[in-house]
């Protein structure tokens, strides 16, 4: 691929250098259009390609004549936060995967684009799936009323792992850690922290609105157990983490819930570290969208396309937004749900339901159907983490 067939090749500095920036290096490496020519580290590397310089201050970096556009795919959202004030101080394209940093900052980079500067982060929201960029140009003239889909990969692998071969949840999540589909500290994947960043970054460019990511009501999967997914698989269901966003006349109702799905749909079948999106739009109706949510070589493959839209100055057009750089600020609704609660008899009694459909005794645990608030549910879950959620 080129760029263009006059012009020198487009020189990267890659800040970050574990598994995607050493997959993003390892695919730039065979391109003719572009040259990695730095990359920034905190740990001398064990390898890096011959030619590469190899900066430990990452400010001189974005600063050095030798990079034209700044990739960014640190763990680190504090510093990554500095690198991209930087960046822009500079006046250098930004490219990130980084959810955190993004989530965190959505309104800076977006108020920063009336200056002209550019930040991409396709690799940031479901990996490989370019959700943010299709959002921006292909659905540009719809409304969109619903986002809805598996974004955590993590937690895909684990509650695959406990149903397919009947693992308790330690032991999935251990497996997940050995085979690089879980970080040693996997907190925000699996309290569904992660997916409520990936789903305010989604309700900004699907619906033109700024929802912070911990004002959306959120269950994690910490709490359920092998007997728990079996429950479900007894009724030909599975249990996914669904991320979800749907506009009402009123407002947005917004949530990331264990939720059960039966065992035939496009949910169940949606394995290991892939993604799933379904999007609801005014006139083409149901759009789905399926891919690699996580590794380094196709979190790569977004980065690249990313970097490439820098050399042709294509930020995304985010919809309904940026009246004067202003952004709907929308309310959170709540809504009453219907669910599976598995919680200790003792502390069950502070969960305020709406109505019991079913309850059970088994031992020491309360098993329990009904409706109740998904904001009440969501509040009592974070003092309760053992308490096992799951919409039906
Ligand atoms: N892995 C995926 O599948 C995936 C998918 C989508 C998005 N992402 C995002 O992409 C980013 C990178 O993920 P990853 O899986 O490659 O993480 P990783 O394997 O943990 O690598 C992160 C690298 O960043 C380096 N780093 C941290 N702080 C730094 C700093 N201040 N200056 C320079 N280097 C620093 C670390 O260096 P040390 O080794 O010295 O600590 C490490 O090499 C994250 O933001 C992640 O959320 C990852």
């Known amino acids: 691929m080129q760029h263009s067939s006059t012009k020198p090749p487009l020189r990267v500095g890659v800040i970050g250098y574990g598994t995607v920036g050493r997959a993003l290096v390892q695919i730039l490496e065979t391109m003719d259009w572009v040259n990695v020519t730095a990359i920034g580290v905190r740990n001398t590397p064990d390898y890096c390609p011959i030619g590469i310089r190899v900066f430990h201050n990452v400010s001189q970096l974005i600063r050095s004549s030798v990079v034209d556009v700044v990739v960014e795919v640190t763990n680190d959202s504090v510093a990554s936060l500095e690198f991209l004030r930087e960046a822009f101080q500079c006046g250098k394209p930004f490219v990130t995967a980084n959810k955190k940093l993004v989530a965190e900052s959505l309104l800076e980079i977006h108020a920063q684009r009336t200056e ?32 809805r889909g598996i974004v955590n990969g993590t937690t ?26 879980a970080e040693r500290d996997a907190d925000a994947d699996v309290s569904g922290q992660d997916a409520a960043r990936k789903l305010s970054i989604l309700c900004f460019h699907a619906f033109g609105t700024w929802l912070p990511s911990d004002t959306i009501p959120r269950v994690g999967i910490q709490g359920l157990t092998h007997d728990d997914i079996a429950f479900f698989a007894a009724r030909e269901q599975s249990v996914k983490l669904i991320a979800n966003a749907t506009t009402t006349g009123r407002g947005l109702r917004a949530s990331v819930l264990p939720t059960a799905v039966a065992s035939s749909n496009a949910y169940s079948s949606t394995t ?18 399926q891919g690699a949510g996580a590794g380094g070589i196709p979190t790569a493959s977004a ?51 709406d109505s019991i459909d079913t309850y059970e005794e088994l031992g020491n645990w309360s098993r329990m159907t009904g409706t109740i608030s998904v904001r009440e549910l969501s509040e009592f879950c974070k003092d309760y983490s053992d308490t096992a959620v799951v919409r039906l």
């Open 116 to 147: 002209g500067h550019i930040v991409l982060y396709e690799a940031a929201v479901c990996a490989s799936i370019p959700v943010l960029r299709s959002l921006a140009t292909s659905w540009s003239t719809e409304q969109c009323t619903s986002v």
């Open 156 to 181: 895909n692998v684990i509650l695959e792992r406990m149903s397919v071969y009947e693992q308790n949840y330690e032991q999935a999540l251990k497996y997940a850690q050995e085979h690089g589909f």
């Open 272 to 289: 290991g570290e892939q993604n799933f999106l379904e999007l609801q739009w005014q006139y083409a109706a149901a759009q789905t969208l």
């Open 303 to 353: 980065i690249i396309g990313d970097i490439l839209a820098t050399t042709r100055y294509e930020p995304y057009v985010v919809r309904n937004v940026l009246h004067n750089g202003q952004h709907a600020n929308i309310h959170v609704l709540d809504e009453v749900i219907t669910v599976y609660v598995r919680v200790r008899s003792e502390i069950g009694r502070n969960l305020h339901w």
